[in-house]
Nanobody, 123 residues
């Protein structure tokens, strides 16, 4: 069974940075699309970044492209989300997910999900 495990969430001050990690249990996921999503209380889950396992192409929502960066370390079967200049509105539970389908920021296209890691941005 495919498992995704996120880590790296923390309490950080506004303007700070965090790097989240997502480790996959299956090396076949290297051909999948890996996405990062977040969900704040009372809000829908939204995509913040995704990366293709085939060509490494990346996608971000326009509002986050200048602050968030997705990357992967194939040798470690690990994907990262680097978040800079964090703002209180970035507070949410962050999830990584894997998709066998098209590259997308839409949660409904993803097949496997991690349990999430909490990011809180507050002074």
């Amino acid at each position: 069974q495919v498992q995704l495990v996120e880590s790296g969430g923390a309490l950080v001050q506004p303007g700070g940075s965090l790097r989240l990690s997502c480790v996959a249990s299956e090396f076949t996921l290297r051909d999948y699309v890996i996405g990062w999503f977040r969900q704040a209380p009372g809000k829908e889950r939204e995509g913040v970044a995704c990366i293709s396992g085939i060509d490494g192409s990346k996608r971000y929502p326009n509002s986050l492209a200048d602050r968030f960066t997705i990357s992967k370390d194939s040798a470690k079967n690990t994907w990262y989300l680097q978040m800079n200049n964090l703002k209180p509105e970035d507070t949410a539970v962050y999830y990584c997910a894997a998709s066998r389908g098209i590259q997308s920021l839409f949660p409904g296209t993803y097949d496997y999900w991690g349990q999430g890691t909490q990011v809180t941005v507050s002074s």
